[in-house]
């Protein structure tokens, strides 16, 4: 299998994305069934792998002479920059020449990348991205989605339930995850115009164990695995979240369950709903982010979890 | 002026109520302007007042003989319970024989009193409630709506933010309150329909000091002092912030920012856009909150600052 990596997204570009490469061929030293595919300055990254002492062996360097930078107009930017790590990135993911795609970079040009390269999966009425969300008691819970679809149909919150079972079972190794509806109010019949539309959706689907209304008090406790909502919602979640961990570096706070909300450690979150594993990085990454980003997709590739999810969707 | 007071309300009633009522006479021993109506079960609270050793002089106890529970449903509950606190309480308020109500019980059986007992104030699309937000850096800000409107117009959020610019101003006093918008990007134009459509009205308002879109991320920060979303997006943030604290509690964490998530130190919330105030106070309230939520009343009623939201919106 074949993991193509944008060398040039994100803050700390290329030289901590080649660490985090590093990071992971030594930690996968006997693994041969994953070789990485780099888009980048092809100059500059021969010089940092030979200043790291970067193996080789598993590394296949595709040179590209433009970078997307992350406030360019995504659409625009892949348009204009057909050379691009990222625009390049896609065409090798679209053409099988590799078989995920990572970048700490642009995050709508990943999405309008993602979206435009690759086909939906059959059944999927909308693609989704998700994240981790620290649970307290050492749980991890999963969110979605956090941003593709502002405005949804309950359709789609149901869908996006059986996608996030089935990404919780498989790579989150969470047997039977509990689900949950983000809603305002613990009961049936509570909520906006979406979510009391969603509520009978999700209670006859069968592909999920659902529990219910979730409200915001809920977010960090182990009530739900899969929190289930819009991508207004999750989006406001998601960077309230985030917040969390700033706040706590900026008052001096030590605890072990704040410091997981250090959101790098999870590498990224994954596009869920194209044919082929897309992980997009926080700009703020760094070499931990981009070896468990790399992590994420072998793990999405090893499992078939994309084939899951396609099985799931058309079961229902 | 006559504050009415539920002493029934709350997990902690009559007794914590009697004592946060006790704290406010203490403290403002030389203050005769206001006075204090109390509906609840006249034995008990004659008893309380006697052990508590209760200063009388400056209130008048209303006695009632049933009581909403915590989960009651609300319309039926006030219906079927004429002669409860609650009840009683807007009755008093509706007929002019007090100026204000407060409540640390039934949430939605506050509402539906507010809103079928008294006159939505003239010009108001629908009354709104807000809740206190710790800001970093010892600033307070306010978010509205947090729960009564779950589905909202872009009329709507702009009328909301006015609303709350008024209410900042006297009320937190913040002299020039920084608006923004809750939203998923800061640039104009991003966001789901309703942010869409909102953002124009709020940037063509004249009566609100406008600072465009803000994240999740910055709920807790000083870009803005007055946070506007709909009914729905505010819950969950408000639920999700309140639930900061009681992780500070488990892990054992005292700092002097994240003290500030204890909300019972804000008293309650307001129900902004009907003729008179009405605070609506948590159901765990203790003495503290009762105090403050006698001082919320007091501060709107000798601020007027129901009047200037009424000349706010009608002006514009």
Known sequence: MNIGIDTMGGDFAPLEALRGIKKYLSENKDNHTIRLTLFGDVQELNRIITEEAISTDRIQVVPTTQVIDMHEHPTKALKEKPHSSIATGFHYLAKDKTD???????????????????????????????????????????????????????????????????????????????????????????????????????????????????????????????????????????????????????????????????????????????????????????ATAFCNMIYVAEKMLQTGVLQKLKEAVQQR
Do not use: W
């Open 100 to 286: 995920a795609f990572i970048s700490a970079g642009n995050t709508g040009a990943m999405l309008v990348g993602a979206l435009f390269n690759l086909k939906t999966i059959e059944g999927i009425l909308r693609p989704v991205i998700s994240s981790i969300i620290p649970k307290q008691g050492g749980r991890t819970g999963l969110i979605l989605d956090v941003g593709l679809n502002a405005d949804c149909k309950p359709e789609q919150l149901n869908q996006f339930a059986t996608l996030g079972a089935v990404y919780a079972r498989h790579i989150l190794e969470i047997p039977d995850p509990k689900v949950g509806l983000v809603n305002v109010g613990e009961e049936e019949g509570k909520g906006n115009l979406l979510t009391q539309g969603a509520y009978p959706l999700l209670k006859a689907n069968k592909a999920i164990h659902f529990i219910g209304n979730i409200e915001g008090r809920d977010t960090f406790n182990d009530k739900a695995d899969v929190m289930v909502c819009d991508g207004f919602t999750g989006n406001i979640i998601l960077k309230l979240a985030e917040s969390i961990y700033d706040i706590t570096q900026k008052e001096g706070l030590e605890n072990a369950y704040l410091n997981r909300f250090n959101f790098e450690i999870y590498g990224g979150t994954p596009v869920l709903g194209v044919e082929k594993p897309v992980i997009i990085g926080h700009g703020i990454s760094k």
